[in-house]
């Protein structure tokens, strides 16, 4: 196996236990159907990750049994939440994974909840994250992150969650902004949050447990 920096990118997927996750999408979706969901945005977001020319491999970072066999199914490395303490520590750990077995990787964090995800808009992130030791890509709202990326021997800092694009750009790492990359920058927390990644077409786990619009 090769060893270089430009062997492809590996991605860390952070993806906390099922029974957690989404818990703003409870009062469009369901109790029931919340932590279906979620999976489904996973299993979505992965297989398009997986799909682009530009990923080397995909490593979630989650303790949830049935989404860690669903993902590994689908190609995954999947890594045991071992920090325990919230996504960026998560996020940490997934990066110190790769780099345990391939120290010059590029590494990326990418959100679990990108349903609409197409590989080749992920390629063009991909792509101009190279430019710089640090970069991201801010969410759909300009508040939040979907992606993070750190070249070889750059510390990945992730600083994911709430108003992180801020937090993001103080750290040093630079925005990417590129127009038509709508699916990487669109995540789904919310039922409204839902209906914009379905205008953008949604990835099949996600379009077949999707729920039925009221009225």
């Known amino acids: 196996m090769k060893k270089d920096a430009d062997d492809g990118w590996s991605l860390v997927v952070p993806l906390k236990p099922l029974a957690l996750a989404k818990s703003r999408l409870g009062p469009a979706a369901g109790e029931r ?86 590989p080749a808009e992920l390629g063009r992130v991909l792509d101009a994250a190279r430019e710089f030791p640090r970069a991201f890509l801010a969410d759909a709202a300009e508040m939040g992150t979907t992606f993070l990326s750190a070249g070889p021997g750059v510390e990945l800092e992730p600083a994911f969650g709430g108003p992180s694009r801020l937090r993001h750009l103080a750290s040093g790492a630079v925005e990417i902004r590129l127009a038509g990359v709508d699916s990487v920058r669109r995540d789904v927390d919310t039922g409204e949050d839902l209906a914009a990644a379905g205008a953008l077409g949604l990835g099949p786990r996600t379009a077949a447990r999707r729920p039925a619009p009221a009225g």
């Open 33 to 118: 159907l919340r932590p279906r969901l979620a999976l489904a945005f996973a299993v979505d977001t992965v297989a398009a990750a997986l799909a682009c020319a530009g990923v080397r491999d995909v490593v979630v970072v989650t303790d949830d049994r049935v989404a860690g066999r669903a993902l590994a199914a689908l190609g995954a490395r999947i890594v045991p939440d071992v920090p325990a303490a919230g996504l960026n520590a998560a996020l940490a750990h997934g990066a110190r994974a790769v780099r345990a077995l391939r120290p010059r990787a590029r590494v990326a964090a990418l959100n679990a909840d990108l349903p609409a995800l197409r």
